[in-house]
């Protein structure tokens, strides 16, 4: 017999006589599968209710094209769920089973999400229009000083668990659950010179706590208290009493370099454009 095929079949029989005894024939690698309360890096694992998942995007009006990152992403389905909508979606996980099943489950409802093992205090996810969480109200406060560093009008949004003294803008209830809503704010805090026209400029100060302003100007030496003043990311919004005839209702938005512009509706409704700048 040719040396080559006597060489072949002794390494098939011997396959075969491999695979006959007990214990050394070779097993398929088993897929992780999570379990409910498993225990993960800062959290244990609980998924969220797909009706919640939903409700969240929506609160959050999520939009194609947009850019959502879901922090301690789990299995995946709030990001998976936000690349069906059409929006660019990035998830952070921490436990490398948990990406490699949230991968597996994209691959199989075929969307494309990208998904990273990391630590959430320490990727770079400032490019986000819209953050996602379901995290402990301990990790939401540790990240609160994240979010609120970035651009204003991005929307948070969390499943069940608030982020310390900073209320939400919105809250559902659905299914026993709740979903929260956060508009991260513009800075507004501080000294401005509002113009109106070609008037001569007016001194205005703003305090800030969140999306909470209050405020006043300096009129001809009087102080007086803005009114109905409202923050929504970089939209704000006040009235300014202007004794008999009523208040200047200011609407506009602040840009990040600093500058305020917008317009001023007098009670007889005429319009006119105003600006601020800090001062």
Not at 66 to 91: C, P
Not at 154 to 170: A, I, L
């Amino acid at each position: 017999m040719h040396p080559t095929r006597r060489h072949l079949l002794t390494a098939a029989s011997a396959a075969v006589l491999v695979a006959l005894l007990p214990g050394c024939a070779q097993t398929p690698e088993k897929k992780f599968e999570p379990v409910v309360g498993q225990a993960g890096k800062d959290v244990i694992w609980v998924p969220t209710p797909d009706e919640v998942v939903q409700r969240m995007l929506d609160m959050a009006e999520v939009k194609p094209g947009e850019r959502v990152v879901d922090l301690g992403s789990g299995d995946g389905k709030i990001a998976i769920a936000a690349a069906r909508r059409g929006a660019r979606a990035r998830g952070i996980e921490y436990n490398p089973d948990m990406v490699a099943l949230s991968r597996r489950n994209a691959r199989e409802a075929g969307v494309q999400v990208d998904f990273r093992q990391g630590d959430i205090f320490k990727e770079d996810f400032r490019e986000a229009d819209v953050v996602t969480l379901y995290l402990l109200p301990t990790l939401n406060e540790r990240l609160r000083p994240i979010l609120l560093d970035m651009k204003p009008g991005t929307r948070v949004t969390s499943h069940q668990f608030r982020m310390g003294d900073w209320m939400p803008d919105r809250t559902d209830e659905l299914a026993s659950r709740e979903a929260h809503l956060w508009i991260v704010p513009a800075k507004v805090a501080g000294k401005w010179n509002l113009r109106v026209a070609d008037a001569q400029p007016v001194p205005l100060e703003l305090s800030q706590r969140y999306q909470n302003v209050e405020g006043h100007a300096q009129v001809e030496g009087n102080r007086v208290p803005l009114e109905q003043a409202k923050l929504r990311g970089s939209a704000i919004r006040f009235d300014l009493p202007a004794g008999n005839i009523g208040a200047l209702r200011f609407e506009g938005t602040v840009d990040p370099a600093g500058r305020m512009q917008g317009t001023v509706t007098s009670p007889a409704g005429q319009r006119r454009p105003f600006t601020a700048t800090r001062s």
